[in-house]
Nanobody, 123 residues
Framework: DVQLQAYGGGLVQAGGCLRL?????????????IGWFRQAPGKDREAISC????????YYADSVQGRFTISSDNAKNTAYLQMNSLKPEDAAVYYC????????????????WGHGTLVTVSS
């Protein structure tokens, strides 16, 4: 069975940092793309970063460009999202998702989803 487990969320002060992890199992990690999405209360789930594992190509939403870094460790079947200079508006439930092939930015283009991890940023 395909499983994605996102973890690493928590409470952080504005300006602080967190690293989220997405542990994957049940599929050939290198053939997939991993996307990080977030959903704040009352808002749509948005793609903030994704990576094509095979070629390492990445995408960042404008709102996180320069502050967040996505990466992967193929030996561990894990993707990461390093979040620096966090802002109160970054507070949300963060999800990781996987799709076979290259990375995409639309929610419905991903086949598998993990449970979210909550990020809270205090001002």
């Amino acid at each position: 069975d395909v499983q994605l487990q996102a973890y690493g969320g928590g409470l952080v002060q504005a300006g602080g940092c967190l690293r989220l992890s997405c542990a994957a199992s049940g599929f050939t990690f290198r053939d997939y793309a991993i996307g990080w999405f977030r959903q704040a209360p009352g808002k749509d789930r948005e793609a903030i970063s994704c990576i094509s594992i095979k070629d390492g190509r990445t995408y960042y939403a404008d709102s996180v460009q320069g502050r967040f870094t996505i990466s992967s460790d193929n030996a561990k079947n894990t993707a990461y999202l390093q979040m620096n200079s966090l802002k109160p508006e970054d507070a949300a439930v963060y999800y990781c998702a996987a799709r076979n092939g290259i990375s995409k930015t639309k929610r419905d283009e991903y086949d598998y989803w993990g449970h979210g991890t909550l990020v809270t940023v205090s001002s």
